[in-house]
């Protein structure tokens, strides 16, 4: 029992995702499942999580972290949490929410290893960051790329609509790393935080380059995906092993629940209706159910107005844990920590994505439109 309990925690969003994706192919009818994920996407996670686990595990993140704690004398948890969640912030904008949540919240499990409680709500603020930092560059975050090249925005109409809020952004977070109780930070280094091979963290860092290469569409993902896996093969296969298939799976199971919702009878019309006039409404709204990525796609065919629709995805990001898959990520990641409390987590996560989902939207709808 107690097994089974542990699997429940574990891999609760896996299940959820699952039985919403089994539902749903109950309503439609019966179709080619696989034309409905997006490989794109998986290839380029499956390829980070490769590279950040071979990083992991020759201590690059560890001797990261150990520069954060004691190169710049951060003593407190509150500084610390501060410091990780502009870095996530900031690294968001060009690596994607995505990747800087993969990099980065390993790091954070670390400093604040000695307080399950702070850790929850680092982990939470951070997840906050990544999402609202990938919003101010039109390759932060898929729907931004999709909805940068679907209307033909210039760089300038983008920056106009979206750095206002971004700062905004960058302002709540920064508040938000305020109210953690400011405490000790003494975290476990008993591992060690030396290099291990450098010669294979270089190499982890060119394929790191490479996958953003990719992300931009500049190299053909298929490709990278092959060199990633090929290179991983020869220096450490035991890679392979590390990589979190339970969060690979889940995004699979979102995928093929966002095409079946997408063919149910009737969805069409409904979706024209609730769109027309009320864009950003609509955008936040669908995003908490379907995720911004998705919502964004679906919604394009019923709008001309890309700002709108940007930016209700992008804020949308924040509310529910499957607003934005990122998210999704951190979950997973803290699911993996030790005695994780995931009710608490979130109940946490509620409450400072729900605040903050209503204050941005008050700030949008009252500067932008």
């Known amino acids: 029992m107690s097994g089974f309990k542990e699997f429940l925690k574990r891999d609760f969003v896996v299940i959820a995702a699952g039985a919403a994706a089994l539902v749903s192919c109950a309503l439609v009818p019966v179709t080619d499942y696989i034309e409905y994920v997006d490989t794109d996407v998986l290839g380029i996670l499956f390829s980070l999580m490769l590279i950040i686990s071979g990083l992991r595990g020759n201590n690059f993140l560890a001797r990261v972290t150990d520069i954060i704690v004691r190169k710049t004398r951060i003593e407190g948890t509150r500084m610390a949490l501060t410091v990780v969640s502009v870095l996530t912030f900031f690294l968001s904008m060009f690596v994607t929410n995505d990747a800087s949540l993969i990099a980065l919240v390993p790091v954070t499990a670390v400093l604040f290893a000695d307080y399950p409680g702070i850790l929850i709500y680092a982990i939470v603020v951070q997840t906050v960051a990544a999402n609202m930092g990938s919003m101010a560059t039109p390759f932060g ?128 019309a409904f979706i024209e209706k609730l769109v027309d006039g009320r864009e950003f409404g609509a955008s936040v709204l669908v995003s908490q159910v379907i995720s911004n990525v998705p919502a964004a796609v679906m919604l394009s065919g019923f709008t001309e107005n890309w700002k709108a629709l940007m930016l209700g995805t992008d804020i949308g990001g924040l509310g529910t844990p499957i607003a934005s898959l990122a998210s999704l990520i951190s979950m997973r990641i803290y699911g993996g920590t030790e005695n994780p409390r995931v009710l608490k987590f979130l109940g946490v996560f509620a409450a400072v994505n729900f605040s903050l989902l209503i204050l941005m939207c008050f700030f949008a709808a009252y500067t932008q439109f």
Do not use: H, M, W
């Open 141 to 268: 975050n898929p729907q931004n790329l999709f909805i940068f090249s679907s209307y033909g925005i210039t760089a300038e109409e983008f920056f106009e609509a979206s750095l206002p809020v971004s700062l905004i952004s960058l302002g709540a977070v920064l508040l938000l790393s305020l109210f953690v109780k400011n405490k000790p930070l003494v975290p476990d280094f008993s591992e060690g935080s030396e290099l291990k091979n450098k010669r294979y963290i270089a190499l982890y860092g060119v394929l790191f380059f490479l996958v953003l290469l990719s992300v931009f569409k500049i190299l053909d993902v298929l490709v990278v995906f092959a060199s990633v896996c090929v290179v991983v093969i020869i220096i450490e296969p035991k890679r392979f092993t590390e990589v979190d298939y339970g969060l690979l799976l889940t995004f699979v199971f979102f995928f093929i629940f966002v095409g079946n919702v997408q063919r149910i009878a009737g969805v069409s």
